[in-house]
């Protein structure tokens, strides 16, 4: 077509100059606070669908826990930041009794929420540095977090 319409000339091909910029992307590294935070706000949305009232959401607190947690570790005050993420899997915890007592006997419901109550749970329960498998995506995952080494095609 280029050379058709006289925009390309047939030497032309032989030097190409090729802009080789690097994209950013919106991917965010899975840390251990927006993981439960994922797992928190997952919950909440199977819930709604499922329309299981809950005692409490605690979607305000972990917000602002999970986003304190990062200000703290950037700032490497990891007292503070332990204690952000502490305060996230205690209501994490919570949230998993909470929906655990709600569904129970509801075959239709429990089958619904094995998977994510599940990964939630282990979410909760792995440490920073733990040896072994880790999941780094989380329940009811909607967001763009990554396995780490893997690309998003792993999803």
């Known amino acids: 077509m280029a050379h058709e319409t006289g925009a390309l000339r047939t030497r032309d091909p032989k030097r190409v100059t ?3 910029t690097v994209q950013p992307k919106a991917i965010t590294f899975p840390t251990d606070a927006k993981l439960v935070h994922a797992a928190i706000k997952g919950l909440n949305r199977l819930a709604r669908q499922h329309g299981l009232k809950l005692r409490q959401s605690y979607l305000r607190i972990a917000k602002r826990a999970a986003m304190m947690a990062g ?9 503070r930041h332990r204690a952000q993420l502490r305060l996230l899997r205690t209501r994490l915890g919570r949230l998993l009794r909470d929906i655990r007592r709600k569904i129970e ?17 282990q979410i909760r329960s792995q440490e920073q540095r733990q040896r072994g498998y880790k999941l780094y995506v989380p329940p009811c995952a909607r967001s763009r977090m990554h396995r780490q080494g893997q690309g998003l095609s792993a999803l």
Do not use: I, M
């Open 18 to 20: 090729v802009d080789t």
């Open 71 to 79: 200000r703290y570790a950037h700032a490497k005050q990891f007292k």
């Open 105 to 121: 006997g509801q075959g239709r419901l429990e089958a619904a929420f094995e998977q994510p109550l599940s990964r939630a749970t």
